[in-house]
C-alpha cells in the first residue's frame, strides 16, 4: 500500500482541493457509468477523460503537480468500476422476476463488500503486478502519457493530443452521429462474430500490447470459435449451441486456472517467505507494515460480515467469496496489464457457479456473489491500472490507494442510489433485450445461474490455465481469446500487426525513438476515444433524465 520514502510526499499529493474536486467528479462520473453501463451494455474506462479534467481544474486553483493531478483524477474515476460490477450484474434479477426480493440495503451490502474486497487484493499485489512485473496496463501508460504530455507540450504534445482528437471525432461520427457501423466486414459464420471492431481504442490496445501476449489471445480465439465451434459442428461432434456453451465454459476454466495458477506459483510462496519471516521489516518500517496489515485484515473481516450476515449466505460461503475474490482481482490485474479489458462480470459468473455447486443459495443470493465480485475485479482493474500511472510518473502508492478508497466508497453510494432510481422510475420491465436498459451483461448471469452450459470443458480449461501458466505462457490471454467475441480479438491482432509493420518500417528509415512516438500515438488514440465515450455518456444520463 505504501512506500517507505512516501510519508513527506502523500499528503501533499492528495491534497484538500483535490479531494472536493475528486468527490464532485466522482459523483457525475459514477452516474453516468450506471448509465451507460445498463443501456449500451459496455463502460469506457474515464481515466484519460478524468485526468485531464483533474490537470485543469487544479489549475484554475494555481495547482500544477502531476502527481496531485494523479490522485485527484483516481478519486474522480474510482466509482465508475464499482459502477460497472453492480450495472453488470444486479439487474439480472429483475429480468428473472425477482424485484420483491432485494432491497436497497442489500445492494449497498454487495457495493461495499466488494469495495473492500478490492481495495485489500490490490494493496496486496501491487508491487508484483506493477513494480515487479512487465504487464503494459495499457489504460494506465496512456494516462501517464497524457499527463506527462500536458506538462512537455511540443512534438509530444502535439502528437499525443492529435491523435486523441481524430480518435474522438471517429467516435463521434460512429456513436452520436450514426456515419458508420460498429462493425465492419461482418461474415455470416454460424456461431461466430466474425468482424473488425470499428474501434480505435481496441486497435490501439492491440499496438500498445502487441506481440506474444496478442499472438496468444488470437490463437484463443482461433481455438474456440474455428476449432471448437466451426470445426466441431462441422463434423457433427455437437450443435452450434452446444459448442458455445463450450467455448464459455472452457475460456472461464482458462482465465480461473491462469488466477489460480498466480496464486499457487507467485503468490503463496511469497506469503511462505514472509511467515518464515525473510520478508519483514524492523523498527518503524515494521510497525508501519503491522499497522496497514491490521486494516487491511478489518476491512476483510468488515467484508466477510457483510456476505454473511448482511446478505444472509453463512461463514462458508463468506470465506469462499473472499478466498475467491482474492483469486479473481489477481485475474483482473492480470487480465488489465496485458489487454486493458477488465471482463468483470465473468469472473463474478466464475465465483457464483462454484458457490452454487456447494450452497443451497438462493438465485437473488447467487446474483449478490456476482456482484460482490464484480465489483472487486472491477476496482482492482481501475486500481492496477492507476498504480501504473504512478509509478511512471512517481505518483504515491499510498495517495493513490487513499484515493481509491475515497472515491470507491463514494461511489459504492452514488451506484446504489442512481440503480435505485432508475428501477423506481422505469420498473422491472425496463431491464432486458430490446428493452430501454439492455442490461447484457447482467443477462448473461441471469442465463448462467442455472449453472455451467459444459462441466467437462470449464475443468479442462482450468487445469490448462494452471498448467499454461506454470509454463510461463499466457494463459489469462488464451483464456480471453477463446471467451471473448472473435471481432474483439481480431481487431486487437490486427492492431498488433499495425505495430509490427510500424517498427520495421521505422528501423529500415533510421527512425529515432520510434517505440516512444509510437507509444504516444496509440496512447492518444485510446484516449480519444475513451474521452468521447465518456462525454457521449454524460450526455445520455441528462438526455435521459430529461426524457
Known sequence: MSESGDRASWRAQLSPVGIVIGCVGCVIITASSVYTALKMGALPWPTIFTSIVALFLLRAFGHRSLN???????????????????????????????????????????????????????????????????????????????????????????????????????????????????????????????????????????????????????????????????????VGLWDVTTAQGIVSSLGMGLMMGSGAGVVLKDILPHAARLLRGRGTRDGEKGRRSRLEVGTLALMVAAAALLVCIGLGLGPVVAVVVVLLAFVTTIMSAQSVGQTGIDPMEIFGLIVLLAV??????????????????????????????????????????????VGQAIGALLGTVVSVAVLVTLFSAYGPGAFGSGQMFVSAQASVVATMVSGIPSVPGFVVGLLGGVALYWAGLPAMMFGLGVYLPFYMSLTAALGAGVRWVYERVCTARGVEDSEEKGVVLASGVLGGESIVGVVIALASVVAGLAG
Do not use: H
Open 68 to 234: 496531485e493531478a494523479n490522485v485527484t483524477q483516481i478519486v474522480m474515476s474510482a466509482g465508475s468500476m464499482v459502477a460497472g460490477g453492480l450495472a453488470f450484474t444486479i439487474p439480472g434479477i429483475w429480468m428473472l422476476g425477482l424485484a420483491d426480493e432485494v432491497s436497497w440495503a442489500e445492494m449497498l451490502f454487495v457495493a461495499l463488500a466488494g469495495t473492500l474486497l478490492g481495495l485489500v487484493c490490490t494493496a496486496a499485489i501491487r508491487r508484483r503486478f506493477v513494480d515487479e512485473s512487465d504487464l503494459e496496463y495499457p489504460i494506465g501508460t496512456a494516462a501517464a502519457e497524457t499527463l506527462m504530455a500536458t506538462k512537455t507540450g511540443g512534438v509530444t504534445g502535439r502528437r499525443l493530443f492529435g491523435s486523441m482528437g481524430l480518435a474522438g471525432l471517429w467516435c463521434v461520427a460512429r456513436d452520436a452521429l450514426g456515419l458508420m457501423p460498429s462493425l465492419v466486414a461482418q461474415l455470416p459464420i454460424p456461431g461466430v462474430s466474425f468482424a473488425i471492431y470499428n474501434s480505435p481504442q481496441m486497435l490501439s490496445v492491440g499496438f500498445l500490447v502487441g506481440g506474444f501476449a496478442v499472438a496468444f489471445w488470437f490463437l484463443g480465439a482461433l481455438v474456440g470459435n474455428f476449432g471448437i465451434i466451426v470445426g466441431g459442428s462441422s
Open 356 to 401: 452454487a455447486a456447494f450452497s443451497d443459495a438462493s438465485q437473488v443470493q447467487l446474483f449478490y456473489v456476482a456482484g460482490v465480485v464484480a465489483v472487486a475485479c472491477g476496482l482492482a482493474g481501475d486500481v492496477m491500472s492507476d498504480f501504473k500511472t504512478g509509478a511512471i510518473i512517481g505518483t504515491s502508492p499510498r495517495a493513490m490507494w
